[in-house]
């Protein structure tokens, strides 16, 4: 008979007492399978089982299942539970689905249809059930069936409480699993309406669901932020809460979270809800420093956490000097805490705090206090947080002290961070250094305390200063001779002394006591001593050294000579050896001086430290000082030094640090004599949203030549002796280039054109708005091409965007030879058309003529720029207007390979954001375009359909018709 009596199933009691009563593994497997033997012939019995005893059995097997056993049976008896009218029933076979049951079982379908029909019930106990199920299970394929219903449970003015509350999590876990078919317009309004409900369960989930909406699209939600403000002012006003009141505050999660979604917006611009926020703030602020309510530590926390995040939205604002110095008077006394997470949070708020201009005078306040949280701290994550707010905070008044304390604590630091902090401590003396002397103590002192930790960047960016400032190079090369004769000397220290000494070794030569043949010895004695890479620099150094001090050369020589070098094993030690002894053999001492002589002063390059902390970690980097205070001077890694080589071109005497961008590292392994590649700079991503608007800022100009170790002379824009430019579009016969689709976005390097005669390529370089094109002709025939000659046809609409210039070059062209030709192009405006090159000749009697194609197109003068997800869909909603939008749908050319995809948006020039899109297969990017005129910046999303092999590509920029021509370009290589 089926079981009428309670749910108390005694049957799954007794097995789980006999399970713990097992005293072997063996003895507990035995029952176990004696467990399974017995349900897998009740379930293929004839008789008939009730729900009672389905939901035993299940439970017996979710029990074995958790125990680690596998269960292979059951599936359907869940299923059958799930139409069960009772609670119990149903329960358990919604959490055995939960648990055991994969999205590709075959009764998947099955499932999906039960929770449709919980869903439709009118139980509220068993719409709570699907809904949980859901949010635990869900998958995209659930998502597109049921994702319709959840939205209509939730705004249903009918709905229960508790289920309006499970409905919200469950909308939330569907937007995660599809965010791409979320109806934004349709629900935005009546999603924003629950944060007015009574019930504050319902408004705490709801905003965990808007906060998430807002992130995916801030502008179809901004309705929310007066709600949001509206229901804060009344919980901090509130008292009394019933429910929602813990430890005596009052619904402190809901608080939380709606501070949170404030911050993903600016201030409000309507002024009364502003000042409703500020008094809600300003009463937060003041509760700090009430006594206690209670002892109890979970009081302590939830306040705190209000606190916290209540300056987090002071400091996003960033604007209210009051409220901001208050809070960091506030964090000023958690400094002291006995609690270790609130000294740690009031240390991070601090450092958010020191970078604005309304309260970095209150945090140097607290400078003592955390000088000893840096010296007295046990906890290490505190420390770590004591040294970014030492950072945050350093001017030039304090730069002396702090620094000091930096070099200190580096001695005893843990080793995980010490990099980070030397780069630290280098960026702080560097920007802050009145005295270069100073300076060069620091870093040199810097080598020697933690020289394994050195990364090469501050090295380089120390030989630099030296080579940039006269009246420092007597001192540097004095102070780092000196450091040479320590007993212990780092290699890091050998390389800026060689490169020091090899420079400016003279300069102190008139001591004997760091004569020229001291110098030498000195060097060579930590010869045998080096890896590879600082040995190339000390011969480098050494053939230095005879130009500097011709009395020593034949020391010098002998040293070049010895079989170690001209018989080593590393070929590059070897050819140097051999080369520099030759060299200091044959040349006379007029030529000697020239090819050796001094360095030249450095151009502007962006530094290269910053960019390097940044990787390192999640410091705030300081932008008012940085970009500011001083006049940037911009640096160029030192490559000829990391390859042992002087011959790096470069200018400039002004301040140190510059701004924030990476420079590529140089090439360790390069030739003396070869220039140092450093590639075209990023754009600096504090810049981006400046030129996102609609008046771009113009850019300053970037002289990068890297082309020049391999190209002649480049060709001046005025093209005096060079070929014809002409401005018309001349009939271009596409299947000539079949692959120049390639040069798009993965290449700039190539075949451009091929035949039995000739064979055209191209290398080429931009930078800034500026570009060069080498173009290589070769002669394949075995006979000479005659008449060669070259025209530039540029299409008369980019008469005024684009200054093509080019080098004349011989009009014949012999048997297997081949020439090269340099053009350069400067983008002026936003040009659509590539430059034809027209190319006649004649072989063999026979005149030739071709047409091709440059590889010069706008997307070659973009560079990434990063953006947050905030950032990004506020800009993509700003640039909305039509002709600053273009979006093309077309069916994919190539296999639709994610990675693949993505490098090639990388390589068309913008810099793809991972994590900003809601729909993780979406690809995103942002980047600028340099022109003469300005920048232009441009946002880019790509939706791929797998299914239908298809993209949607949409480009949005903010110049006029400038989204059209990135459009069809990308979509040439999709």
Same mark, same amino acid.
């Given at each position: 008979?089926?079981?009428?009596?309670?749910?108390?199933?005694?049957?799954?009691?007794?097995?789980?007492?006999?399970?713990?009563?097992?005293?072997?593994?063996?003895?507990?497997?035995?029952?176990?399978?004696?467990?399974?033997?017995?349900?897998?012939?009740?379930?293929?019995?004839?008789?008939?089982?009730?729900?009672?005893?389905?939901?035993?059995?299940?439970?017996?097997?979710?029990?074995?299942?958790?125990?680690?056993?596998?269960?292979?049976?059951?599936?359907?008896?869940?299923?059958?539970?799930?139409?069960?009218?009772?609670?119990?029933?149903?329960?358990?076979?919604?959490?055995?689905?939960?648990?055991?049951?994969?999205?590709?079982?075959?009764?998947?379908?099955?499932?999906?249809?039960?929770?449709?029909?919980?869903?439709?019930?009118?139980?509220?106990?068993?719409?709570?059930?699907?809904?949980?199920?859901?949010?635990?299970?869900?998958?995209?394929?659930?998502?597109?069936?049921?994702?319709?219903?959840?939205?209509?449970?939730?705004?249903?003015?009918?709905?229960?409480?508790?289920?309006?509350?499970?409905?919200?999590?469950?909308?939330?876990?569907?937007?995660?699993?599809?965010?791409?078919?979320?109806?934004?317009?349709?629900?935005?309004?009546? @999603?924003?309406?629950?944060?007015?409900?009574?019930?504050?369960?319902?408004?705490?989930?709801?905003?965990?669901?808007?906060?998430?909406?807002?992130?995916?699209?801030?502008?179809?939600?901004?309705?929310?932020?007066?709600?949001?403000?509206?229901?804060?002012?009344?919980?901090?006003?509130?008292?009394?809460?019933?429910?929602?009141?813990?430890?005596?505050?009052?619904?402190?999660?809901?608080?939380?979270?709606?501070?949170?979604?404030?911050?993903?917006?600016?201030?409000?611009?309507?002024?009364?809800?502003?000042?409703?926020?500020?008094?809600?703030?300003?009463?937060?602020?003041?509760?700090?420093?009430?006594?206690?309510?209670?002892?109890?530590?979970?009081?302590?926390?939830?306040?705190?956490?209000?606190?916290?995040?209540?300056?987090?939205?002071?400091?996003?604002?960033?604007?209210?000097?009051?409220?901001?110095?208050?809070?960091?008077?506030?964090?000023?006394?958690?400094?002291?805490?006995?609690?270790?997470?609130?000294?740690?949070?009031?240390?991070?708020?601090?450092?958010?705090?020191?970078?604005?201009?309304?309260?970095?005078?209150?945090?140097?306040?607290?400078?003592?206090?955390?000088?000893?949280?840096?010296?007295?701290?046990?906890?290490?994550?505190?420390?770590?947080?004591?040294?970014?707010?030492?950072?945050?905070?350093?001017?030039?008044?304090?730069?002396?002290?702090?620094?000091?304390?930096?070099?200190?604590?580096?001695?005893?630091?843990?080793?995980?961070?010490?990099?980070?902090?030397?780069?630290?401590?280098?960026?702080?003396?560097?920007?802050?250094?009145?005295?270069?002397?100073?300076?060069?103590?620091?870093?040199?002192?810097?080598?020697?305390?933690?020289?394994?930790?050195?990364?090469?960047?501050?090295?380089?960016?120390?030989?630099?200063?030296?080579?940039?400032?006269?009246?420092?190079?007597?001192?540097?090369?004095?102070?780092?001779?000196?450091? @040479?004769?320590?007993?212990?000397?780092?290699?890091?220290?050998?390389?800026?002394?060689?490169?020091?000494?090899?420079?400016?070794?003279?300069?102190?030569?008139?001591?004997?006591?760091?004569?020229?043949?001291?110098?030498?010895?000195?060097?060579?004695?930590?010869?045998?001593?080096?890896?590879?890479?600082?040995?190339?620099?000390?011969?480098?150094?050494?053939?230095?050294?005879?130009?500097?001090?011709?009395?020593?050369?034949?020391?010098?020589?002998?040293?070049?000579?010895?079989?170690?070098?001209?018989?080593?094993?590393?070929?590059?030690?070897?050819?140097?050896?051999?080369?520099?002894?030759?060299?200091?053999?044959?040349?006379?001492?007029?030529?000697?001086?020239?090819?050796?002589?001094?360095?030249?002063?450095?151009?502007?390059?962006?530094?290269?430290?910053?960019?390097?902390?940044?990787?390192?970690?999640?410091?705030?980097?300081?932008?008012?000082?940085?970009?500011?205070?001083?006049?940037?001077?911009?640096?160029?890694?030192?490559?000829?030094?990391?390859?042992?080589?002087?011959?790096?071109?470069?200018?400039?005497?002004?301040?140190?640090?510059?701004?924030?961008?990476?420079?590529?590292?140089?090439?360790?392994?390069?030739?003396?004599?070869?220039?140092?590649?450093?590639?075209?700079?990023?754009?600096?991503?504090?810049?981006?949203?400046?030129?996102?608007?609609?008046?771009?800022?113009?850019?300053?100009?970037?002289?990068?030549?890297?082309?020049?170790?391999?190209?002649?002379?480049?060709?001046?824009?005025?093209?005096?002796?060079?070929?014809?430019?002409?401005?018309?579009?001349?009939?271009?016969?596409?299947?000539?280039?079949?692959?120049?689709?390639?040069?798009?976005?993965?290449?700039?390097?190539?075949?451009?054109?091929?035949?039995?005669?000739?064979?055209?390529?191209?290398?080429?370089?931009?930078?800034?708005?500026?570009?060069?094109?080498?173009?290589?002709?070769?002669?394949?025939?075995?006979?000479?091409?005659?008449?060669?000659?070259?025209?530039?046809?540029?299409?008369?609409?980019?008469?005024?965007?684009?200054?093509?210039?080019?080098?004349?070059?011989?009009?014949?062209?012999?048997?297997?030879?081949?020439?090269?030709?340099?053009?350069?192009?400067?983008?002026?405006?936003?040009?659509?058309?590539?430059?034809?090159?027209?190319?006649?000749?004649?072989?063999?009697?026979?005149?030739?003529?071709?047409?091709?194609?440059?590889?010069?197109?706008?997307?070659?003068?973009?560079?990434?720029?990063?953006?947050?997800?905030?950032?990004?869909?506020?800009?993509?909603?700003? @640039?909305?207007?039509?002709?600053?939008?273009?979006?093309?749908?077309?069916?994919?050319?190539?296999?639709?390979?994610?990675?693949?995809?993505?490098?090639?948006?990388?390589?068309?020039?913008?810099?793809?954001?991972?994590?900003?899109?809601?729909?993780?297969?979406?690809?995103?990017?942002?980047?600028?375009?340099?022109?003469?005129?300005?920048?232009?910046?441009?946002?880019?999303?790509?939706?791929?359909?797998?299914?239908?092999?298809?993209?949607?590509?949409?480009?949005?920029?903010?110049?006029?018709?400038?989204?059209?021509?990135?459009?069809?370009?990308?979509?040439?290589?999709?």
């Amino acid at each position: 008979m089926p079981r009428t009596g309670g749910d108390s199933m005694r049957g799954l009691a007794v097995f789980i007492a006999d399970i713990r009563n097992c005293k072997s593994r063996e003895q507990e497997k035995k029952r176990i399978n004696k467990e399974l033997a017995n349900i897998r012939s009740k379930f293929k019995g004839d008789k008939q089982l009730d729900g009672y005893q389905k939901k035993k059995y299940v439970c017996k097997l979710l029990f074995i299942f958790l125990l680690g056993n596998d269960v292979d049976f059951g599936h359907t008896e869940a299923v059958d539970l799930l139409a069960s009218n009772r609670y119990t029933e149903k329960q358990i076979g919604y959490l055995f689905i939960s648990v055991m049951m994969h999205h590709s079982n075959e009764l998947y379908k099955l499932v999906i249809q039960a929770i449709k029909n919980d869903l439709s019930s009118k139980d509220p106990v068993h719409i709570c059930l699907a809904l949980t199920c859901i949010a635990n299970i869900g998958t995209p394929d659930m998502a597109g069936e049921i994702g319709d219903e959840v939205p209509r449970i939730l705004t249903q003015p009918d709905t229960l409480h508790g289920v309006k509350k499970c409905a919200a999590l469950c909308l939330l876990r569907l937007f995660e699993l599809k965010p791409d078919k979320f109806n934004h317009a349709d629900l935005s309004s009546r @999603l924003i309406a629950l944060l007015s409900d009574q019930h504050l369960g319902v408004v705490t989930s709801s905003c965990s669901l808007i906060q998430a909406l807002v992130s995916a699209n801030p502008e179809e939600y901004k309705g929310c932020v007066s709600l949001a403000v509206s229901r804060l002012s009344r919980i901090v006003s509130s008292t009394d809460l019933k429910d929602y009141m813990y430890y005596f505050i009052a619904a402190p999660w809901l608080s939380v979270k709606l501070l949170r979604l404030l911050q993903s917006y600016p201030q409000p611009e309507d002024s009364s809800v502003y000042e409703r926020l500020k008094e809600a703030l300003e009463t937060i602020l003041n509760r700090a420093t009430d006594p206690p309510k209670s002892k109890k530590i979970q009081h302590t926390n939830a306040k705190n956490a209000v606190l916290f995040e209540a300056i987090n939205l002071i400091i996003h604002y960033d604007s209210d000097a009051a409220l901001m110095v208050r809070s960091c008077n506030l964090l000023g006394g958690f400094l002291n805490s006995k609690e270790t997470n609130l000294r740690y949070l009031a240390l991070e708020s601090l450092t958010n705090l020191a970078v604005s201009e309304f309260s970095r005078r209150a945090v140097m306040k607290h400078q003592e206090t955390v000088l000893q949280a840096l010296k007295n701290e046990r906890d290490l994550s505190v420390r770590q947080r004591a040294v970014d707010l030492l950072y945050a905070m350093c001017d030039r008044e304090h730069s002396g002290e702090i620094v000091s304390e930096l070099l200190v604590y580096l001695e005893k630091a843990d080793y995980s961070i010490r990099e980070e902090l030397v780069l630290k401590i280098a960026i702080l003396a560097e920007k802050f250094a009145t005295d270069y002397n100073w300076y060069v103590d620091v870093i040199l002192n810097l080598i020697r305390v933690a020289g394994d930790y050195i990364a090469d960047e501050v090295w380089y960016r120390v030989t630099q200063i030296v080579i940039n400032r006269d009246d420092i190079q007597a001192y540097a090369a004095k102070t780092v001779f000196e450091a @040479l004769q320590a007993p212990s000397c780092h290699e890091n220290m050998v390389k800026v002394g060689a490169y020091i000494l090899g420079e400016f070794g003279n300069l102190i030569a008139g001591d004997e006591r760091a004569g020229p043949i001291v110098q030498f010895r000195l060097l060579h004695s930590m010869f045998h001593l080096c890896s590879n890479t600082t040995k190339y620099i000390l011969l480098s150094t050494y053939v230095k050294l005879i130009n500097l001090f011709p009395e020593i050369k034949s020391d010098i020589e002998a040293v070049l000579k010895h079989n170690n070098q001209i018989q080593n094993s590393d070929a590059e030690i070897q050819q140097r050896a051999v080369e520099y002894s030759k060299l200091s053999e044959i040349a006379s001492p007029d030529l000697l001086a020239t090819v050796l002589e001094e360095m030249p002063q450095f151009t502007e390059r962006e530094s290269s430290l910053l960019a390097k902390l940044k990787k390192k970690s999640n410091t705030i980097v300081r932008e008012r000082d940085f970009d500011k205070e001083d006049p940037p001077e911009r640096q160029e890694s030192p490559a000829g030094a990391a390859s042992g080589g002087y011959n790096i071109t470069l200018t400039a005497n002004s301040d140190l640090m510059g701004p924030r961008t990476p420079v590529d590292s140089p090439n360790v392994n390069a030739r003396e004599g070869n220039n140092a590649n450093v590639g075209a700079p990023a754009v600096p991503e504090n810049n981006l949203l400046d030129i996102l608007s609609e008046n771009p800022a113009p850019q300053t100009q970037s002289n990068t030549d890297t082309l020049a170790s391999i190209l002649d002379q480049a060709p001046t824009p005025n093209n005096d002796g060079g070929i014809q430019v002409v401005y018309d579009v001349p009939p271009y016969n596409e299947g000539l280039q079949p692959n120049f689709v390639n040069f798009v976005c993965l290449r700039n390097n190539g075949i451009l054109f091929e035949n039995e005669l000739l064979q055209v390529g191209v290398k080429s370089e931009f930078s800034g708005n500026q570009g060069k094109v080498a173009v290589f002709y070769g002669n394949k025939s075995p006979i000479p091409l005659m008449d060669f000659k070259t025209t530039l046809h540029v299409n008369p609409k980019d008469q005024s965007l684009a200054t093509v210039a080019a080098q004349p070059i011989a009009t014949l062209v012999p048997a297997g030879a081949q020439i090269q030709q340099v053009i350069t192009i400067t983008a002026t405006g936003f040009f659509e058309n590539q430059p034809i090159l027209q190319l006649t000749f004649q072989n063999s009697g026979i005149p030739h003529n071709f047409l091709l194609k440059l590889p010069i197109m706008i997307n070659k003068f973009c560079r990434g720029a990063a953006m947050t997800s905030q950032d990004f869909f506020v800009r993509w909603k700003s @640039l909305s207007a039509p002709n600053q939008q273009s979006q093309k749908v077309f069916n994919a050319s190539k296999p639709m390979d994610t990675e693949l995809v993505k490098s090639k948006v990388s390589s068309f020039g913008l810099q793809v954001l991972e994590g900003v899109d809601p729909n993780a297969e979406n690809i995103v990017g942002a980047g600028i375009v340099a022109t003469e005129t300005g920048q232009v910046g441009c946002l880019l999303r790509l939706e791929p359909s797998k299914q239908a092999q298809m993209y949607r590509l949409t480009m949005r920029a903010a110049r006029a018709d400038a989204a059209a021509v990135l459009t069809s370009l990308l979509a040439l290589d999709l």
